[in-house]
């Protein structure tokens, strides 16, 4: 199958493409003119349209002749210099995608959300007919939920062929992201306290997201799907005793109190906007209030239905902290 991939350069998309290496499918991906992995994708014989999600005319491009859309596509972020790009990439670049799939008439398109869209509901732990909770805690949730609706708007409207999965907290070697921001610090000791000990997230090896992301693209008859992906429960007193037993760190001196986690968030991330530079330690609000309410999420369905056994997250973080020392 011909396969068009957004957001294929990102964390979870360079595991796609690694776990498509010397299949059958033959790979289109839309990347921006800029990425200076363009060259490596040409050479390793992925068709790239160069654009992004804000330019619909390039998505059209890239898309056309092909059978399935994998939308990897978002800003994941807890801050940014400038809000908007949340709703611009997360809001209307999905809903350009959308249209695109639609137009080209392809057979399926897999969307990449996330379960924080889901806030905190009253059903725990989330499964995925759960209904949503009343609030999101970060820019970030609030976007990707605003996306959730438009994609299973156009389903129910517009006949979109689509299958959404839901990734939890995805960590693995080369994460970027906040969370491997934060195993980063607790390793190299960059990290003056910890905080939210109490709470608990489910956490997911970026490897098992690919496969399962690819897996629900191969599947036939799922169209109309829905997949949470996760499944491993930890506490941050439990994760932050993982990554030290791996590492060999010792844990810093200080649990912060969770109000003063908080307040200092509120005042780092005040700076931040009006330095235009990330927050002290990473404390953005909106990370603060995620990591303070967490996310327990249920993924044995797509364990069940797509075939994929959950990676240990121990292996996963020895694979992190392992890379960090490369």
Known sequence: MKIFITGATGFIGKQVLEQLKGTEHEIFCLVRKT???????????????????????????????????????????FWEPDNSVFRAVNVEGTRN????????????????????????PAEIPIRENTKPGPE??????????????IVWDMYDQDNLPLVVVYPAAVIGPGDPKASGQYVAGLVNKTVPA???NKSVLTWVHVKDVAAMIIKATEKSDNIGEKYIIGKHQFSFKEFNRMICEISGVSLPLINMPDFLSLTNANLFTWIADII?????????????????EGFIGDGSKAEKELGIQYTPIRKALEEQIAALNN
Request: charged share 25%.
């Open 35 to 77: 990425n200076p992995s363009i060259a490596e994708l040409r050479s390793s014989g992925i068709h790239v349209t160069e654009g992004d999600v804000l330019n619909k005319s390039s998505i059209l491009d890239g898309m056309k002749g092909c059978d399935w859309v994998i939308n990897l596509a978002n800003i994941y972020s």
């Open 97 to 120: 995608v959308m249209e695109c799939a639609l137009e080209n008439k392809v057979s399926k398109v897999v969307h990449v959300s996330s379960l924080i869209i889901y806030g905190k």
């Open 136 to 149: 999101r805690f970060s820019r970030y949730a609030r976007s990707k939920y605003e996306g959730d609706q």
């Open 194 to 196: 910890t905080v939210f």
């Open 276 to 292: 235009k530079k990330p927050p002290v330690w990473g404390m953005a609000i909106d990370q603060m209030k995620t990591m303070k």
